[in-house]
């Protein structure tokens, strides 16, 4: 990443870790040591933040957009296993205790992340008890997501998981307006171009989303939430008993 973007002030870092939904669970004491080794960097549409198996130099916390961690295959095909936004961070490999980076984290919703460096990363979690204790609690919401996508891919229709999976992007991304192309629907979905046409068609017949040149728009999402999955709230529901946010 950039090299030249400025470090974190505390005023512009209190705002910023204020929108990190995961470093809200921190005492603003610690969160403002953690912050004097973070720089604000931007996360771009399709970048690759770091490969499968790679080292990463930073690990990211979302403050807006989203992260997709995805698993590639030979054939060159790929799917989303779970999303990163500002409830969580990049790095599950290193939070576990490894040195790599489990699967490939790729930006899927363009936004801003703090990027705070590796061997910060490893210092802070080391020395900060509550930091320490809260990637621990995040490592189990986030296995639990894993694990939920996994199950719903088996269980639920494309049309269950493609209202949960726009639910969740909403939720990661602040906007009711994405820009999302079929290919990148299927792709995530593991499904057909063709399904997905089909599926986002009826979302749409049903006035749930609009969807038109490659952008969806949410219309109803009460009713999208009824079109839903329980997944989706089962996830939920995991993050916040995991990371209570504080006042």
Same mark, same amino acid.
């Given at each position: 990443?950039?090299?030249?973007?400025?470090?974190?002030t505390?005023?512009?870092?209190?705002? /910023?870790?204020?929108?990190?939904r995961?470093?809200?669970?921190?005492?603003?004491?610690?969160?403002s040591?953690?912050?004097?080794?973070?720089?604000?960097?931007?996360?771009?549409?399709?970048?690759?933040?770091?490969?499968?198996?790679?080292?990463?130099?930073?690990?990211?916390?979302?403050?807006? *957009?989203?992260?997709?961690? /995805?698993?590639?295959?030979?054939?060159?095909?790929s799917?989303?296993?779970?999303?990163?936004?500002?409830? =969580?961070?990049? =790095? /599950?490999g290193?939070?576990?205790?490894?040195?790599?980076?489990?699967?490939?984290?790729?930006?899927?919703?363009? =936004?801003?992340?703090?990027?705070?460096?590796?061997?910060?990363?490893?210092?802070?979690?080391?020395?900060?008890?509550?930091?320490?204790?809260?990637?621990?609690?995040?490592a189990?919401?986030?296995t639990y997501q894993?694990?939920?996508?996994?199950?719903?891919? =088996?269980?639920?229709?494309?049309?269950?998981?493609?209202?949960r999976?726009? $639910?969740?992007?909403?939720?990661?991304?602040?906007?009711?307006?994405?820009?999302?192309?079929?290919?990148? $629907?299927?792709?995530?979905?593991?499904?057909?171009?063709?399904?997905?046409?089909?599926?986002? *068609?009826a979302?749409?017949?049903?006035g749930?989303?609009?969807?038109?040149?490659?952008?969806?728009?949410? $219309?109803?999402?009460?009713?999208?939430?009824?079109?839903?999955?329980e997944?989706?709230?089962?996830?939920? /529901?995991?993050?916040?008993? $995991?990371?209570?946010?504080?006042?």
């Open positions: 990443m950039q090299e030249d973007i400025p470090r974190l505390v005023e512009n870092g209190r705002h /910023i870790f204020e929108s990190s995961m470093l809200q669970a921190l005492a603003p004491g610690d969160r040591l953690i912050e004097r080794s973070c720089r604000e960097v931007p996360l771009r549409l399709g970048e690759i933040l770091v490969e499968a198996q790679n080292a990463p130099r930073n690990i990211y916390f979302p403050t807006r *957009g989203v992260v997709s961690t /995805i698993a590639r295959y030979r054939d060159g095909s799917i989303e296993m779970a999303t990163i936004g500002r409830e =969580g961070c990049t =790095g /599950i290193v939070i576990l205790g490894g040195n790599r980076e489990l699967a490939t984290q790729l930006v899927q919703a363009e =936004g801003t992340a703090l990027a705070l460096p590796l061997a910060d990363f490893n210092r802070l979690a080391s020395s900060l008890v509550s930091f320490k204790a809260l990637l621990a609690s995040y189990q919401a986030f894993v694990l939920i996508s996994g199950a719903c891919n =088996g269980r639920h229709s494309l049309n269950e998981r493609l209202a999976w726009l $639910l969740q992007m909403q939720d990661r991304a602040s906007s009711a307006r994405m820009s999302l192309t079929q290919e990148l $629907l299927a792709e995530m979905l593991g499904v057909r171009r063709q399904s997905v046409t089909l599926a986002a *068609g979302l749409q017949e049903a749930l989303i609009a969807y038109r040149r490659g952008t969806v728009e949410i $219309l109803d999402r009460d009713a999208l939430k009824e079109a839903a999955c997944c989706y709230d089962m996830v939920n /529901i995991i993050y916040d008993q $995991l990371l209570p946010q504080k006042n």
